[in-house]
């Protein structure tokens, strides 16, 4: 993979923007977590919530976002900078550590970073293509959903786009999440 395709790939997830602060934060989990990173301790290992944006925007680590309350909204540079919170959180940094980092990067040096970070989520980790036995011509692209839990859809499939597959691994993860609190 050119070191320009985990960058175009990253870009692929603009489109899905704008998100309110649930959404966001759901987005950025699911590229994370596609990414295969283990988290090294218990607030790495947190899953971002609407709760944990306002409080990084409170504390510089995210910019503002359009608007104020449930109708703020936020873009694709709040994606790549939550993610790179949470990257920076599962290698072991604090939240101060990352602050000054993040203030010293400048131009498109914090998508490359995030790129680089997730490119085995953007490009062969999370939409690796499998052959499935009973379906032998077929070829199928599984997406990591959770622990356990993978989802497969055919590669002809308009579900196969990548844009899709993230939409529905984050509509299940959100099923998941509901069925844990009942």
Request: glycine share 6%; proline share 4%.
């Amino acid at each position: 993979m050119s070191d320009q395709a985990p960058v175009a790939l990253l870009r692929a997830h603009a489109r899905h923007a704008p998100w309110n602060a649930r959404g966001l934060a759901a987005h950025a989990t699911a590229l994370v977590d596609a990414a295969g990173m283990r988290p090294t301790n218990t607030s790495a290992r947190a899953n971002p919530s609407a709760r944990a944006i306002r409080f990084y925007v409170a504390n510089g680590l995210l910019d503002h976002p359009e608007g104020k309350g449930t109708a703020a909204t936020y873009h694709y540079r709040h994606l790549l900078q939550l993610l790179a919170i949470k990257i920076r959180q599962r290698e072991g940094q604090t939240l101060d550590v990352i602050k000054v980092e993040l203030g010293e990067l400048q131009g498109d040096q914090l998508e490359k970073r995030v790129a680089s970070s997730l490119a085995p989520a953007l490009g062969t980790g999370a939409d690796v293509q499998v052959r499935h036995d009973d379906d032998a011509p077929a070829l199928w692209r599984r997406v990591a959903v959770a622990d356990g839990i993978e989802l497969h859809v055919r590669e002809d499939s308009p579900a196969a786009r990548a844009s899709t597959m993230v939409a529905i691994r984050e509509a299940v993860r959100a099923a998941l999440g509901r069925e844990a609190v009942r």
